[in-house]
């Protein structure tokens, strides 16, 4: 799996510059950082610093700086937004609906997204196809009519443990929240660590129904 890894990475490398990777900070994503750092691609990186991660996650920014010595650009929301929902709804109003959790990870994850994807021609992301039913049927490659560029996921075909396997062969850093029972990690107060039995996104937005657990990042759009 790593051999298919470096390959499909290097090719894109190759064939899509300038192509960056969406970490999340994610398991998925620090092994997709790994890669990227020991291979030396151009491939750039970033992460979305939505204002309400956890502090174990966001101290593997330096962590990746430290390790690897690349450059990670980091996107947060705009203040002006921010402030206007919270005045508006309330700083936790995601709680109350389904629209105002949106609306929040719109302003939140969505809109910086936009703005790290100007003027690229493909992005990366860690997403597998066991994570959830509605990434069952997820593709390697696809092309992003959202935003316009072709989006990879390499990672696709793997497994849980196999992100786990390879994270302990590299000594990859990783969130230290996966040690306290978390198996999915996004913003601290819609996270939650997972039961025995649940699904791996099971404590993300765990008041909502299956089929909502995604924030707008991986909307799909039909032409």
Known sequence: MTKALEESLTQIAADHSPAVL????????????????????????????????????????????DRYGVAIQVYEPRAAAVQNYVHVYGRDAFYQSLDLRRNCCEIRKVEPLKR????????????????????????????????????????AAWSEAQVWDYVRAHDVPYNRLYDQGYRSIG???????????????AGRWWWEEAEHKECGLHTKVTA
């Open 22 to 65: 969406a970490n999340s900070l994610s398991a998925e994503d620090m092994v997709l950082t790994d890669a990227i750092a020991r291979l030396a691609l151009p491939i750039g990186i970033f992460v979305l610093d939505t204002g309400r991660l956890h502090a174990d996650t966001l101290e593997l920014v330096d962590a990746i700086r």
């Open 116 to 155: 790290a994807l100007a003027g690229k021609r493909a992005w990366i992301t860690g997403q597998r196809r066991e994570q959830s039913i509605g990434r069952s049927q997820l593709a390697e490659r696809e092309f992003d009519l959202a935003h316009g560029l072709v989006k990879f996921s390499p990672l």
């Open 187 to 201: 913003c601290a107060p819609c996270t939650r660590p997972v039961l025995p039995g649940e699904e791996v996104r």
